[in-house]
């Protein structure tokens, strides 16, 4: 068991470019999540799902776009990055019954120049 | 939305000592409340959790006690180790909403030897 992966581990991008972050989990979950953590102010939800095809905002959604076409996997994608989204991105799941806990992933940390 | 604060965002603890974090929470709905432990560049993790019907829980030298009327829960750490040196973040989660929790900012327990 894996648990909940994520890729990649690190990514330099330059303001206006686009990119996809991966996170797969292989523990049945039915619900995913995305985070960003920055610095004193803990991990705030940008978008999350609910099941295979579902997906909806979180806290802070804007400049990102999330898909989940396979149970598994949930796509997190920054269509035209700013250097505001220079952040630690994490991905978690959960069964979405109890117990609640939610697995992370081991992040990605991402630096938009 | 929910809204959760933490306290202290550093405490300084003697080795043997025990250490005691703070947060408040501010929707009376809310009905889970998770604690995590981020060591520097891991995942979050899960150590201990609380759900409303409850007032106390205990696990070895982690405790994590709720007053619903108040609207707080702390984290009680005994018998600090030097591994327990780590930030500590408390959520909070309503039911029915997809499970989203809402993260206090974390506070940075260091444990001296």
Redesign the interface.
């Known amino acids: 068991n894996a648990g909940v992966t994520q890729t990649p581990k690190f990514r330099v991008l330059k303001t206006g470019q686009s990119m996809t972050l991966l996170c797969a989990q292989d523990m049945n979950h039915e619900?995913m999540?995305w985070y960003r953590q920055d610095p004193?102010?803990?991990?705030?939800?940008i978008h999350?799902s609910?099941g295979e095809g579902t997906t909806?905002k979180?806290?802070v959604p804007d400049g990102y776009n999330v898909s989940r076409l396979k149970k598994q996997n949930f796509l997190l994608g920054l269509e035209s990055a700013a250097p505001s989204q220079t952040s630690v991105y994490?991905c978690a799941s959960?069964y979405?019954r109890s117990p609640?806990?939610?697995y992370?992933?081991?992040?990605t940390r991402l630096t938009v120049t | 939305?929910e809204n959760v604060e933490?306290h202290p965002?550093t405490l300084s603890v003697q080795e043997g000592d025990s250490a005691v974090i703070k947060c408040t929470y501010s929707d009376s709905a809310s009905n889970?409340f998770?604690w995590y432990k981020q060591e520097l560049g891991?995942?979050?993790?899960?150590i201990i959790?609380i759900r409303s019907n409850v007032g106390e829980k205990k696990d070895q030298r982690i405790a994590v006690t709720l007053n619903k009327t108040a609207k707080h829960f702390s984290l009680h750490i005994t018998e600090t180790q030097p591994e327990d040196s780590a930030v500590y973040?408390c959520a909070a989660?309503l039911s029915g909403s997809?499970?989203?929790?809402?993260?206090?900012?974390?506070t940075q327990l260091t444990v001296l030897p």
Do not use: C, H, I
């Open positions: 619900y999540y004193g102010m803990g991990l705030r939800l999350y609910v909806a979180g806290e994490f959960s979405g609640y806990e939610q992370f992933g081991p992040g | 939305g933490q965002s889970y998770p891991k995942r979050p993790q899960l959790d973040f989660s997809a499970r989203q929790l809402t993260f206090g900012s974390g």
